[in-house]
């Protein structure tokens, strides 16, 4: 769809809530425009509704499942432009814009660089229609870059994930573009670069191939990883790691990349109070740095849960207020919330080896200490 007409407008309005199936198959009511283009309107503002709600209005143009679904949240990405400000901003993988329309919002000149002609028209549309302007360049960005002759104060790059054969990558050189190639070219034309990877990104594989990372984002929301974020800065300082849980009252979780190494753990049967942190501070590996930071105790070295008699304040993570409990205790048909970590049975096993149900306000953490297994019921805080 190139535009969208009053009389499209009031048919998706009116049939944003019509079971989609449905819809596909009756006729369109408009001989310009199919059905299946006007139901992926439809689905785009569902998507839209929940996921970058700005654009959940009126004449906002969606492109294809695949690129909503590759596409940054409003919330990762208006995190993300807090960071940044200055003259020029160059996005190299504009995709559908969700990123550049945020991060650009500090910048004086926007360059966005999209090989796909459909998406980027529809970008277009969508920016004009929210009032914004920018340089939309058509083209691969490798021909861009090999052309290209003018500096910028931030370049932005959201590599793509999937091989030839569609299906998901994760190293940096399978990655298109791959960054460890371009990475001097990069430095040539700004001094600072921001690069979005997936949550599946190996950290120590990342620190050891690219040069210069200043900072290291690890992104969550609600307590799922969405992404690494790596800023590339000339700098004499170490690495700094910040773990983020959008969405949620817990503090960000900062630390510099050698600390964890210079950290130990102390060890202890279950006390009065557990500690859980979030996924993305578990991504970042720090398990020894969280133990020695807020004076906690580990369950087990390969148990990433902690312990204290004490109640520590901005834990990056779930707390409970938990005691252990003899498995006869456990009664059938009761409702509980499983946890399991490090422990022998998964937690469909033992939903049914204990006869028990999901829910109820209760916890079951089912885990291991350096002396025994433990069943704790807890209470989250």
Known sequence: MKSVGNKIQQYINANLNTDLHSLLLKKSPFPEVSMQELVQQIKGRKVAEKKFPFLNQDNVIFPPNLNLEQSSSQDTAEFKAQFFKGKKFLDLTCGFGIDAYFLSQNFEEITLIEQNTELLEVVKHNWEVLGRKANFINQKLEKFLEINSEKFDLIYLDPARRDNNNRKVFLLEDLSPNIIEIQKKLSEISDEI???????????????????????????????????????????????ISCVNLQTSESQFNFTLNTEKNCKSEFSVPEKYIFIPNNSVLKSGAFNLVSEKFSLKKLHQNTHIYTSEKLIENFPGRIFEAEEINPKEIKKGEKFNIITKNYPLKPEEIKKKYKIKDGGQYYLIFSQSIQNKHILKAKLL
């Open 194 to 240: 921001l690069i979005k990877l997936s949550p599946l990104i190996d950290l120590q594989h990342l620190v050891s191939s690219l040069e210069n990372i200043s900072k290291i984002w690890i992104i969550a929301v609600k307590n799922e990883v969405k992404e690494v974020l790596i800023h590339i800065k000339k700098t004499n300082e170490q690495t700094e």
